[in-house]
C-alpha cells in the first residue's frame, strides 16, 4: 500500500518562499508519475505540477515552482518562490502507476496524501 505524507505548509507573505515536502512509504517511487494539486478555499482541486521523466507546470505556477524527486530520499518535492495570495490552498501530492495518460487530470491519480495548508498573506 502507497502512502503519501506532506510536510512544509504554513503562512507565508506574499512574494516569499516555501518548499513542500512528499514522503511516499510502501514502495519505491521510481516508476510512479509524481504531481503536486491544490484546492484553493471554496474551488476544485487542481493541477499544479508533475514530474516523470519531465517535468510539466500549470501556467499559473511556471517560473515560479519547482517539481523534484529525490529517489534515494523516496521523496517528491515543490519549491515555491514568489508566492502570491491566490496561491493559497491546501496542497496534494499524488501518485500514480503509470506514466502515461493526463497528468494534469486528478482522476488519473490512484494515490493522494493527506493535504497540507499554504496561506499567502498580503
Known amino acids: 500500500q502507497v502512502q503519501l505524507d506532506e510536510l512544509g505548509g504554513g503562512l507565508v507573505q506574499a512574494g516569499g518562499s516555501l518548499r513542500l515536502s512528499c514522503i511516499v512509504s510502501?514502495?519505491?517511487?521510481?516508476?510512479?508519475?509524481m504531481a503536486w494539486f491544490r484546492q484553493p478555499p471554496g474551488e476544485e482541486r487542481e493541477f499544479v505540477a508533475a514530474v516523470r521523466w519531465d517535468t510539466h507546470y500549470a501556467d499559473s505556477v511556471k517560473g515560479r515552482f519547482t517539481i523534484w524527486i529525490d529517489v534515494t530520499m523516496n521523496a517528491l518535492y515543490l519549491q515555491m518562490n514568489s508566492l502570491k495570495v491566490e496561491d493559497t490552498a491546501v496542497y496534494y501530492c499524488?501518485?500514480?502507476?503509470?506514466?502515461?495518460?493526463?497528468?494534469?487530470?486528478?482522476?488519473?491519480?490512484?494515490?493522494w496524501g493527506q493535504g497540507t495548508q499554504v496561506t499567502v498573506s498580503s
Open positions: 499524488a501518485a500514480a502507476d503509470s506514466y502515461y495518460g493526463d497528468i494534469s487530470l486528478s482522476g488519473q491519480y490512484a494515490y
Open positions: 510502501g514502495h519505491n517511487l521510481s516508476g510512479y508519475r
